[in-house]
Nanobody
Framework: VQLVESGGGLVEPGGSLRLSCAAS????????MSWYRQAPGAVREFVAI?????????YADSVKGRFTISRDNAKNLVHLQMSSLKPDDDTAVYYC?????????WGQGTQVTVSS
């Protein structure tokens, strides 16, 4: 099983980034996919989730209206489109997670730094 995040980097305040998570080794279309993030010295927090069929999404209040989660079940990919990025709120390591029932898998994370 592998979840490999990509797309992180350095972006200026107010800018945009698109994160991707490539999944392999499990039946992707059966799993809800979510994004979490962890800032230095903070606990890992929920960002967004998308249901297995892609019809249901939910967001943390802190990103609602700025981030969009999507998935491509044909390509085993999940994306997080981030816009209007804020230095203090959004700088973190971003992780994707796959979950089906009691089974869950995590990626290794990708760093997002919002700074001028």
């Amino acid at each position: 099983v592998q979840l490999v995040e990509s797309g992180g980097g350095l972006v200026e305040p107010g800018g945009s980034l698109r994160l991707s998570c490539a999944a392999s080794g499990f039946t992707f279309r059966y799993y809800d996919m979510s994004w979490y993030r962890q800032a230095p010295g903070a606990v890992r927090e929920f960002v967004a989730i998308i249901g297995s069929a892609g019809g249901t999404t939910r967001y943390a209040d802190s990103v609602k209206g700025r981030f969009t989660i999507s998935r491509d079940n044909a390509k085993n990919l999940v994306h997080l489109q981030m816009s209007s990025l804020k230095p203090d709120d959004d700088t973190a390591v971003y992780y994707c997670k796959a979950r089906s029932g009691s089974v869950e898998y995590w990626g290794q994370g990708t760093q997002v730094t919002v700074s001028s």
